[in-house]
């Protein structure tokens, strides 16, 4: 019999909690990092989403859509 994969997908959007996101998933990190995002080690990240994170540092809406891709499919690859 063959097994299938019972793990539910991460929902993860652009109202994600940075603070939440980078502790349950480390690997997103280095991907705010890439998109200028200091967001880890902030004392902001409790309250700040990932959409708010990103527009006070000047990401696009395509940028944001963008960057939340990455994070999605780095998720995917580590588990």
Same mark, same amino acid.
């Given at each position: 019999m063959e097994q299938t994969n019972t793990t /539910? %997908? /991460?929902? =993860?959007?652009?109202?994600t909690n940075i &603070?939440? @996101?980078v502790f349950r998933y480390p690997v997103a990190?280095?991907? #705010? @990092?890439?998109?200028?995002l200091h967001c880890a080690g902030?004392? &902001?990240?409790?309250?700040?989403t990932l959409e708010?994170?990103? %527009? =006070?540092?000047?990401l696009t809406d395509d940028e944001i859509a963008e960057m #939340?891709?990455?994070? @999605?499919e780095a998720i995917e690859f580590e588990e």
């Open positions: /539910p %997908k /991460p929902n =993860i959007t652009k109202d &603070a939440e @996101l990190e280095e991907i #705010l @990092l890439d998109y200028g902030c004392i &902001a990240n409790g309250f700040d708010s994170g990103a %527009k =006070i540092h000047g #939340l891709e990455r994070i @999605l």
